[in-house]
């Protein structure tokens, strides 16, 4: 249709509903000389669904009217737009083509503030498609524009209400959560409209149907799956992170993204703004600040059961020799730390010490950590029945929380276990207490028959060792 046929249909409505009183008056038209001929005759709005791409006069038309306009999503011709319409991200492409519509508008010398977004429910949509345009409306938000929908009567809700074109009032009223009802379009409606009970005209009643279709997708066995494994990463993420202080660091950032969402719902631009600017860069100080959790949590996930010289290698026999060796060293107050790795390798840490690769006796580690000997400074770590390296370094803890008075020897033992799930024995040179160290914990004042049960209980997996936090009194502020 031209547009001086379209004018000649146009114009006189608009005058009649003009002389009527009826407002605001919208005309729908792509072409530049309808729209002059509607606001001359008393039109308020243009509604442009072609998003100023199918008449280049249009925008600037509207910006020397400076009257609002709605540029619609609308993809490809008229004729062409139910042609099997395809999207990989449907809001992502709506709403990028959305934006270039605005763009356009711009260009045109429309002020930003007066146009209004349509996502074009039905136009190049499919049933499916207007749906989800439905489910997903808030996240037009971004493009910080009041949004209209036109739902009215479209061919979607016949499908989902199985009704003909001129019995699809039920529908109407199958807005978002939080959409206002601004045209009903059918007059007093039929049986299925009731009164608004504000008194402000009709509203259908939307049935179940329609109600559970805008509601949520349509739930398969693998979403059931989906939702439980995603609760189980997060409740073992919830898991390792208790009693840590990261906890302190996690809550401040769920604060962070709390914020975030709040100043997109409350439309709190400057808040918003600097949350965007600056949140892309708390994801590389995330992982500076958490890169010993992250590490141990990536070291659990690659760790298996027939890993690791100590998984299939757990006898009494060496359990026995290190009671036995404990127990004797702490009667004479020799310190001492023996670690024991189980599934996570512990290779780069027996490279800084000194090679032994010798079979596990009592009377090897009693001369090890004898304080005549080059060798007792440092740790011993044993794989499986053998005595792999002495004197290795181990990494100090830096756990705040921990008593100052715990020595570079227990902290040592504390900070092997945070990275790794190796069992440390730790022997004081100034109290003579045993004590057992493990994920990050201490247990203390442990006598042969104690450790022994102890040792026996982490190595087979049986129970998890007590959690203590180190008694302060039990340790000297010299003890190492």
Not at 1 to 8: H, T, V
Not at 437 to 462: F, H, N, P, T, Y
Request: hydrophobic share 45%.
């Amino acid at each position: 249709m031209d547009a001086a046929e379209e004018s000649r249909r146009v114009v006189p409505v608009v005058r009649g509903l003009r002389k009527a009183g009826a407002g605001p008056i919208s005309v729908d038209t792509t072409k530049a000389a309808v729209a002059r001929a509607a606001l001359d005759a008393g039109a308020d709005l243009v509604n442009d669904v072609s998003g100023f791409r199918f008449d280049a006069a249009l925008a600037p038309l509207v910006a020397a009217r400076d009257v609002p306009v709605v540029v619609m999503h609308l993809r490809g011709e008229f004729e062409a737009m139910h042609r099997e319409p395809r999207y990989s991200d449907l809001m992502g492409e709506v709403a990028a083509e959305l934006e270039a519509a605005l763009r356009r508008g711009e260009e045109g010398g429309v002020a930003r503030e007066r146009m209004i977004v349509d996502p074009g429910i039905g136009f190049a949509k499919n049933a499916g498609h207007s749906l989800e345009v439905l489910r997903r409306l808030p996240e037009l938000r971004r493009l910080d524009r009041p949004v209209l929908v036109g739902p009215s009567r479209k061919s979607f809700i016949g499908e989902v209400l199985d009704r003909g074109v001129g019995d699809r009032l039920f529908g109407n009223g199958g807005g978002p959560p939080g959409a206002r009802a601004r045209r009903g379009g059918d007059g007093p409606g039929g049986a299925g409209v009731r009164r608004d009970p504000r008194g402000r005209g009709r509203s259908p009643v939307i049935p179940q149907r329609l109600v559970q279709a805008l509601a949520a997708p349509e739930f398969t066995w693998w979403d059931i799956l989906d939702i439980l494994l995603v609760a189980f990463i997060i409740y073992q993420l919830l898991l390792f992170l208790r009693g840590t202080h990261a906890v302190q660091m996690a809550l401040g950032a769920l604060v962070l993204v709390v914020l975030y969402w709040t100043s997109l719902l409350a439309n709190l631009q400057t808040v918003n703004w600097l949350l965007r600017t600056f949140l892309p860069f708390m994801v590389f100080g995330i992982i500076v600040v958490f890169q010993a959790e992250i590490r141990k949590v990536l070291a659990r996930l690659g760790k298996t059961p027939f890993l690791g010289s100590f998984s299939g290698k757990r006898k009494e026999e060496a359990i026995d020799e290190v009671v036995l060796a404990a127990t004797t060293l702490a009667s004479s107050r020799t310190g001492a730390i023996i670690v024991i790795e189980r599934d996570m390798g512990l290779r780069s840490y027996i490279e800084t010490g000194i090679a032994l690769d010798a079979i596990l006796t009592y009377d090897l580690l009693v001369n090890i950590f004898n304080p005549e000997t080059p060798l007792h400074d440092g740790a011993v770590i044993i794989q499986g029945n053998r005595a792999a390296a002495a004197a290795c370094f181990l990494p100090l803890t830096v756990n705040p929380e921990l008593s100052r008075t715990l020595g570079s020897r227990h902290r040592a033992a504390i900070g092997l276990s945070e990275d790794t799930d190796a069992v440390a024995v730790v022997v004081s040179e100034e109290t003579g207490i045993i004590s057992l160290v493990q994920e990050g914990s201490i247990r203390r004042e442990l006598d042969g028959r104690q450790l022994r049960q102890a040792l026996l209980e982490s190595l087979e997996g049986k129970v998890r060792p007590r959690a203590e936090a180190p008694a302060p009194e039990a340790v000297t502020a010299s003890e190492e």
